[in-house]
């Protein structure tokens, strides 16, 4: 698969690094070129690096790796270039106190795909910290772990899932665009729990085999945004 990563941060490193060795080709664009070419050259592989305008018309799919905000002034700026395109989201609207951004309206995944209404957006990768991503695999108690992912376009699901994939993790159907939000809202609190709290949040939520309480047996049928996808 071609990638373009639009961004030169900690997220564009640690995802562009499994996907390199993975196979894929990368494409890291940035608006210090200067920067895509370092990062470029600690990935290796088949690795270029150039604008983000060259990274956005270089792939399959485009990484949005950028804080939010500028994701959509830069995806504005480049949506004749990103029309038809995979546009994968892993940003988070938090600021100051874990308080949500985008204050109830739109998500950030939403705002991209006004900005660019040609494009094929996809949220993932949103909920955990740089490092997380940079585990090689990411595998916690036996677990590879899970990675939400919402989106409306088909064929955009199945190649985000092989990235997620690709990166050592599971790809967990989360539903349609409209559900980013809630993606993000979770990336919130979860923050708050963690960084404000030193809490783990793995202690909200009891094992499946008690989501419809003791003795209860969840039907995939009726919950299906609930279940990983087969590997």
């Known amino acids: 698969m071609r990638i373009g990563v639009l961004g030169t941060g900690g997220m564009a490193d640690a995802l562009a690094t499994h996907w390199v060795r993975a196979g894929h080709e990368v494409l890291v664009g940035g608006r210090d070129e200067a920067r895509a070419r370092l990062l470029a050259g600690r990935l290796g592989g088949a690795t270029g690096y150039g604008s983000l305008r060259a990274a956005a018309g270089f792939g399959d799919v485009a990484l949005v790796a950028l804080p939010y905000g500028a994701g959509e002034t830069v995806v504005g700026e480049l949506r004749a270039t990103l029309a038809g395109k995979v546009l994968l989201d892993c940003s988070n609207p938090v600021g100051p106190g874990f308080r949500l951004l985008t ?11 006004a900005a660019a209404p040609a494009a094929r957006v996809v949220k993932a990768f949103n909920l955990c910290h740089e490092d997380v991503w940079r585990m090689d695999p990411p595998v916690f108690d036996g677990q590879r772990l899970a990675v939400p992912v919402c989106g409306d376009d088909a064929t955009a699901l199945t190649l985000v899932r092989r990235l997620v994939r690709d990166a050592g993790c599971a790809p967990l159907t989360g539903g349609g665009l409209d559900r980013a ?8 609190l979860f923050i708050g729990l963690w960084v404000g709290e030193g809490a783990d949040v793995r202690a909200m939520a009891p094992p499946l085999e008690f989501a419809e309480g003791p003795g209860g047996t969840p039907a995939r049928a009726e919950a299906p945004s609930g279940t990983p ?3």
Not at 103 to 113: K, V
Not at 181 to 187: F, I, K, Q, V
Request: proline residues 9%; hydrophobic residues 45%.
């Open 229 to 231: 996808d087969p590997a």
């Open 181 to 188: 939000g809630l993606l993000e809202a979770t990336a919130a």
């Open 103 to 113: 204050d109830g309206g739109p998500s950030a995944a939403s705002r991209l795909a």
